[in-house]
């Protein structure tokens, strides 16, 4: 079983950024070797969206159309992996939850490839 926290959310104006970490924690789990984290929104009124996933499977990283190019995912292979947002606006407003997912590649789709999720934080851009 694998523990799943994310921190970092908040509020921030047009333009600004903000750094999430999901710390992935559990007895079995001394490195993140073999796993996929990814990072998910949901705004208010809107479905699902995966928006970037890095793999130590393969050593790949994804990012959606929507968030390519303004943010940056990256971890330390150990328990943590961090998510760099960037150029923030209105529309990336929303909760951020991170999914970790065992022997699982990224793809456009990640989120079935996962077995254990987070909360979520919450991440408001205004202005």
């Known amino acids: 079983q694998v523990q799943v926290e994310e921190s970092g959310g908040g509020s921030v104006q047009s333009g600004g950024s903000l750094r999430l970490a999901c710390k992935a924690s559990?007895?079995?789990?001394?490195?993140?070797?073999?796993?996929?984290i990814g990072w998910l929104r949901q705004a208010p009124g809107k479905g699902r969206e995966d928006i970037s996933c890095i793999s130590y499977s393969d050593d790949s990283t994804y990012y959606a159309e929507s968030v390519k190019g303004r943010f940056t995912i990256s971890g330390n292979a150990k328990d943590t992996v961090w998510l760099q947002m960037n150029d923030l606006t209105p529309e990336d407003t929303g909760n951020y939850s991170c999914?970790?997912?065992?022997?699982?590649?990224?793809?456009?789709?990640?989120?079935?490839?996962?077995?254990?999720w987070g909360k979520g934080t919450p991440v408001t851009v205004s202005g």
């Open positions: 559990g007895r079995n789990l001394d490195s993140l070797r073999y796993y996929a």
């Open positions: 999914a970790v997912g065992d022997g699982t590649y990224c793809s456009s789709s990640f989120y079935y490839g996962m077995d254990y």
